[in-house]
């Protein structure tokens, strides 16, 4: 699902596990106050750090799960699709490549929303633009080409999202994992209510295929109010004054001492990089000439090999993704011979067991380290896609009833080993960039993700209408073998203790 490394004037208010310096120095009460007497002149009076912070973790919690209701639509509603509109599996995959041209578009617009409309505006266009989307595809336009254009529309406002609330989380320091987890677990929650709950109002509540879709506008404006509660302080001028801050504090990046330094005393902030704290204008809005100045984030963000190594490893992973959660129900339809509701479980029992790994597993990760423990994960992936591809010929023919359910159990299986994977590599690249960045850099990796997201998925809709559907597993084993070498590249730099954040 965003991006993390742009430069000082193009980050957003992201970094809220660490405060601005007049907030947490309590000792220091004429900076407080000139912090307060701003704030009540422009009639905002933000919470406190924890209670902000918390409510802004809830609201991106929510966000992620309206998130994953949308995306595991699209495995839902592929037979409704070929019914509907008269497709071929070759034809009906290109619903895959409508994410990443919302990403891809979310990446040009984030850094001027952010900018000019501070988190509080991507809080609000993201929300109305999933709205629109959902609301045109309900339409059921009788083109099949129209309708994924709307769809398009929603991809727009939900790479927007993803891309702010991932280097939110990221770059948190101390609990980056954890927090992460949150979110991306979240999204699973949601990837796994929305197959269950599609298919059983169609199924048991007779609804057609396109009514889902204006369910799902209706969760999308619960999404906008929510947010834009929670983030109805983070206007433009508090996006500038945090980045005015940020370019006197060093990163997690450049000094790791610095930040834990500030952590454990906060009244530290006064004086780092021996700056005094009441110089610092927080308040004041750079102009627009030293911003057109700046140097081009995307030249700044591609200097970095990481960047690269972390693309091409979410453009695998997330592929992997799309391709189990999107074709498991052809696949276990028409390979497996599962009933309906069994063969629509088997998507939710990817994104559900996506919601397990990434709830419980993101403490394993702080704990062990990023490198072994992701390294583990995905061995086990790839054991647990190997023996999904080879079930067929592992029983006897008086157990054939049974593959229906064991090929389930493996999907989940794998679901919850692939949870971690994404956030992972999101702090992965946030420890290994400078903090300006992490905001640019984020949504660049999640945006190549998406295209992976869409490329395999085609890919293996082509290989599906020329080899039948039996090829799909083994290719799913490829992918997975293949990101756990680009994980031993990406990883390759991070000594010992370094990928414990």
């Given at each position: 699902m965003a991006s993390?490394?742009?430069n000082a004037?193009t980050?957003p208010?992201?970094?809220?596990?660490?405060p601005?310096?007049h907030?947490?120095?309590?000792?220091h009460?004429n900076e407080t106050t000139a912090v307060?007497?701003?704030?009540?002149?422009?009639?905002?009076h933000?919470p406190?750090?924890?209670?902000g912070k918390?409510?802004?973790i809830?609201?991106?919690m929510?966000s992620?799960?309206?998130m994953?209701l949308?995306v595991?639509?699209?495995?839902l509603m592929?037979?409704?699709l070929?019914?509907?509109?008269?497709?071929n599996d070759a034809?009906?995959s290109?619903?895959?490549?409508?994410a990443?041209?919302?990403?891809?578009l979310a990446?040009?617009?984030?850094?001027?929303?952010h900018a000019?409309l501070?988190?509080?505006g991507i809080a609000t266009?993201?929300?109305?633009?999933?709205?629109l989307?959902?609301?045109?595809a309900?339409?059921?336009?009788s083109h099949?080409?129209?309708f994924?254009a709307?769809?398009?529309i929603?991809?727009?406002g939900?790479?927007?999202l993803?891309g702010?609330?991932c280097a939110?989380?990221?770059?948190?320091?101390?609990?980056?994992?954890?927090?992460?987890?949150?979110?991306?677990?979240s999204f699973?929650v949601?990837?796994?209510?929305g197959?269950?709950l599609g298919?059983?109002?169609?199924?048991?509540?007779g609804w057609e295929?396109?009514?889902?879709y204006?369910a799902?506008?209706?969760?999308t404006?619960?999404?906008a109010?929510?947010?834009?509660?929670?983030f109805?302080?983070d206007?433009?001028e508090?996006?500038h004054?945090?980045q005015?801050?940020?370019s006197l504090?060093p990163?997690?990046h450049?000094n790791?001492?610095a930040?834990?330094s500030?952590l454990a005393?906060?009244?530290?902030a006064?004086?780092?990089?021996?700056?005094?704290?009441?110089?610092?204008p927080?308040?004041k809005p750079?102009?627009?000439?030293?911003?057109?100045?700046?140097?081009?984030?995307?030249?700044?963000i591609?200097?970095?090999?990481v960047v690269?190594i972390?693309?091409?490893?979410?453009?695998v992973?997330v592929?992997t993704?799309?391709?189990v959660s999107?074709?498991?129900?052809?696949?276990?339809?028409r390979a497996r011979?599962?009933?309906?509701q069994l063969a629509?479980a088997g998507?939710?029992?990817?994104?559900?067991?996506?919601?397990?790994?990434?709830?419980?597993?993101?403490a394993v990760t702080?704990?062990y380290?990023?490198r072994?423990?992701?390294?583990?994960?995905?061995a086990?992936?790839?054991?647990s896609?190997?023996?999904?591809?080879?079930?067929?010929y592992g029983?006897?023919?008086?157990?054939?009833?049974?593959l229906p359910?064991i090929?389930?159990?493996l999907?989940?299986?794998?679901?919850?080993?692939?949870?971690?994977l994404?956030?992972?590599a999101?702090?992965?690249l946030t420890?290994?960039l400078p903090r300006a960045l992490?905001?640019?850099?984020?949504t660049?990796?999640?945006?190549?993700g998406?295209?992976g997201?869409?490329?395999?998925?085609v890919g293996?809709g082509?290989l599906?209408q020329s080899?039948g559907?039996?090829?799909?597993?083994v290719v799913v084993?490829g992918?997975?073998v293949?990101?756990?070498g680009l994980?031993?590249?990406?990883?390759?730099?991070?000594g010992d203790?370094e990928d414990k954040?």
């Amino acid at each position: 699902m965003a991006s993390d490394h742009t430069n000082a004037a193009t980050q957003p208010l992201l970094q809220e596990s660490r405060p601005l310096p007049h907030a947490i120095a309590n000792d220091h009460a004429n900076e407080t106050t000139a912090v307060t007497t701003s704030r009540d002149e422009n009639n905002t009076h933000p919470p406190t750090r924890t209670e902000g912070k918390t409510l802004r973790i809830a609201a991106a919690m929510l966000s992620f799960s309206v998130m994953g209701l949308l995306v595991s639509t699209v495995g839902l509603m592929l037979p409704q699709l070929e019914a509907h509109y008269h497709l071929n599996d070759a034809q009906v995959s290109a619903i895959f490549t409508v994410a990443p041209l919302g990403y891809i578009l979310a990446t040009l617009l984030t850094r001027t929303v952010h900018a000019r409309l501070g988190r509080r505006g991507i809080a609000t266009l993201g929300p109305t633009l999933q709205l629109l989307g959902a609301l045109g595809a309900g339409a059921h336009p009788s083109h099949y080409g129209v309708f994924l254009a709307l769809l398009g529309i929603g991809s727009l406002g939900v790479g927007l999202l993803d891309g702010a609330w991932c280097a939110w989380a990221g770059a948190m320091p101390g609990n980056a994992n954890t927090v992460s987890g949150l979110l991306h677990g979240s999204f699973s929650v949601g990837a796994g209510l929305g197959p269950v709950l599609g298919g059983l109002l169609m199924e048991e509540g007779g609804w057609e295929w396109w009514a889902w879709y204006y369910a799902l506008a209706g969760v999308t404006v619960l999404e906008a109010v929510v947010l834009a509660i929670a983030f109805r302080h983070d206007s433009a001028e508090r996006y500038h004054a945090e980045q005015s801050h940020q370019s006197l504090q060093p990163s997690h990046h450049d000094n790791p001492d610095a930040e834990n330094s500030l952590l454990a005393d906060p009244a530290a902030a006064v004086t780092i990089n021996n700056v005094p704290d009441d110089t610092t204008p927080l308040l004041k809005p750079p102009n627009s000439s030293s911003l057109s100045s700046s140097p081009s984030p995307a030249r700044a963000i591609t200097t970095h090999p990481v960047v690269w190594i972390c693309a091409a490893f979410l453009l695998v992973e997330v592929g992997t993704e799309s391709a189990v959660s999107g074709w498991v129900v052809l696949f276990l339809s028409r390979a497996r011979h599962a009933p309906p509701q069994l063969a629509a479980a088997g998507s939710s029992a990817f994104w559900i067991g996506q919601t397990v790994g990434r709830l419980s597993l993101g403490a394993v990760t702080d704990r062990y380290g990023l490198r072994r423990a992701v390294a583990v994960y995905l061995a086990i992936v790839a054991a647990s896609s190997a023996a999904f591809a080879a079930l067929p010929y592992g029983l006897e023919s008086d157990g054939t009833r049974q593959l229906p359910g064991i090929s389930v159990a493996l999907v989940a299986l794998m679901g919850v080993f692939c949870g971690p994977l994404f956030p992972s590599a999101i702090v992965r690249l946030t420890c290994a960039l400078p903090r300006a960045l992490h905001v640019g850099a984020v949504t660049y990796v999640a945006m190549i993700g998406q295209v992976g997201g869409a490329l395999l998925p085609v890919g293996i809709g082509l290989l599906i209408q020329s080899l039948g559907i039996g090829v799909f597993p083994v290719v799913v084993v490829g992918q997975v073998v293949i990101a756990l070498g680009l994980w031993f590249l990406f990883s390759s730099g991070m000594g010992d203790g370094e990928d414990k954040v």
